[in-house]
């Protein structure tokens, strides 16, 4: 059974920054393109940010230049540093590992509200 554990969600003023983190095992790590996606009330599950095993990034038009993905091999983690928060961003933001259509796999999700 594939985990996907993540951690850092909060509440945060507007203009404040949070880092999400999202560890797994060695095996999906290793081979598995990982991602963040945000789903706030009433919307749809949009993507985030997403990394391939080969460090290749691709990142939402909403979000670019705000926030940055980034792994860290030897921890198994890929974390998600979301800088200049804004209102919009509040939303459950979900760790996703997809290989193939079939192999594709969510955490629990986070809690991320910017409110002053």
């Known amino acids: 059974q594939v985990q996907l554990v993540e951690s850092g969600g909060d509440l945060v003023q507007p203009g404040g920054s949070l880092r999400l983190s999202c560890a797994t095992s060695?095996?999906?790590?290793?081979?598995?393109?990982m991602g963040w996606y945000r789903q706030a009330p009433g919307k749809q599950r949009e993507l985030v940010a997403a990394?391939?095993?080969?460090?290749?990034?691709n990142y939402g038009d909403s979000v670019r230049g705000r926030f940055t993905i980034s792994r860290d091999n030897a921890k198994n983690t890929v974390y998600l540093q979301m800088n200049s928060l804004q209102p919009e961003d509040t939303a459950v933001y979900y760790c996703?590992?997809?290989?193939?259509?079939?192999?594709?796999?969510w955490g629990q999700g986070t809690q991320v509200t910017v409110s002053s």
């Open positions: 990394i391939t095993s080969g460090g290749r990034t």
């Open positions: 996703n590992a997809q290989r193939s259509s079939i192999a594709n796999y």
């Open positions: 060695r095996v999906i790590f290793s081979i598995y393109t």
